[in-house]
């Protein structure tokens, strides 16, 4: 049998805000995973892959540009193996995202999704807002500013007005949720799943894990918490993610961000070997059904 040949695509580096070198350590060593098990793995730039002619039936990529999502729908279209799907990293958009997990019943924080130059103040009391957390709902964040926190109904009108100043013309607004941060890490029909406690850790991209602080160890259930990641992989459609959840004070568990292929940054050598056995677990498939 001939070598399966992969085109692994490297995430562009303005969308691994402090967080570049995490990112290519992850894709590096599931990358040399996959060619301890016999395949070969080319590796691209996302510049690269948007210019180039792709000559692999499977792409293994971490892409966030809107051009590179693009191409990778394309060749989705036409039976490629893509892993993450392009439709997958579009749906962890801000504004598709809230859609998918509030419609699908995944719990999730209570939204307000709005243009930018629209007054919100008499809509967030009405909602019962108060503090709360303004999200770009256009496209993954790329900037601190991107996710915003307000204390109030009044700055989180400003803070809309910064963005349509900006040019970004839609804004998921998610109600504030008090009680534990989590972050956690998943690889769809892989038993490997891991969380931790981000301020406790040291753990951070843009400080925001200072809002909850410490964590308090209000126990909750870990089964739920993987239950509900499942399902929302299901949803979006994207195999290797991770993402931040609440845990309130009576153990309930709200995911509030959702992510294509994460850092890993904690777990990165635990993680390396599942991610490739789910991307083998799909080649199997895709060959078994014929599609490459």
């Not at 395949?39 to 971490?62: C, D, I, K, P």
């Not at 070997?273 to 498939?285: L, S």
């Amino acid at each position: 049998m001939s070598v399966t040949k992969i085109a692994g695509v490297m995430r562009a580096g303005a969308y691994s805000p402090n967080h570049i070198g995490n990112d290519a350590a992850i894709f590096n060593a599931a990358a040399e995973q996959l060619r301890k098990r016999g395949y070969l793995v080319n590796v691209y730039s996302e510049e690269q892959f948007r210019s180039g002619t792709m000559g692999e039936q499977v792409v293994v990529n971490m892409c966030r540009e809107a051009a590179s999502i693009g191409k990778l729908q394309q060749l989705e279209d036409e039976g490629v193996l893509v892993i993450n799907s392009g439709y997958g990293i579009e749906n962890c958009t801000r504004e598709r995202m809230t859609r998918l997990l509030l419609g699908n019943g995944i719990p999730y924080p209570e939204s307000l999704i709005v243009n930018t130059n629209e007054a919100v103040i008499p809509e967030l009391k009405r909602a019962g807002f108060t503090s709360c957390w303004i999200k770009r709902g256009d496209f993954h964040a790329m900037h601190k500013e991107d996710v915003s926190y307000c204390r109030h109904p009044e700055e989180a009108q400003d803070v809309l007005q910064e963005y349509f100043y900006r040019g970004i013309k839609r804004a998921v607004i998610n109600k504030h949720l008090t009680g534990d941060l989590i972050k956690f890490y998943g690889i769809a029909g892989t038993d490997f799943f891991y969380w931790f406690y981000p301020f406790d850790a040291g753990h951070s991209k843009y400080g925001y894990e200072e809002v909850n602080g410490k964590s308090r160890g209000i126990e909750f259930s870990e089964e739920y918490l993987r239950d509900i990641c499942c399902k929302a992989s299901d949803v979006t459609d994207v195999k290797i993610y991770g993402g931040d959840a609440i845990v309130a004070a009576d153990g309930s568990i709200s995911i509030i961000d959702w992510n294509d292929w994460p850092s890993f940054a904690p777990c990165r050598a635990e993680a390396a070997p599942h991610i490739a056995k789910c991307i083998i677990n799909a080649i199997k498939a895709a060959r078994n059904d014929k599609r490459i």
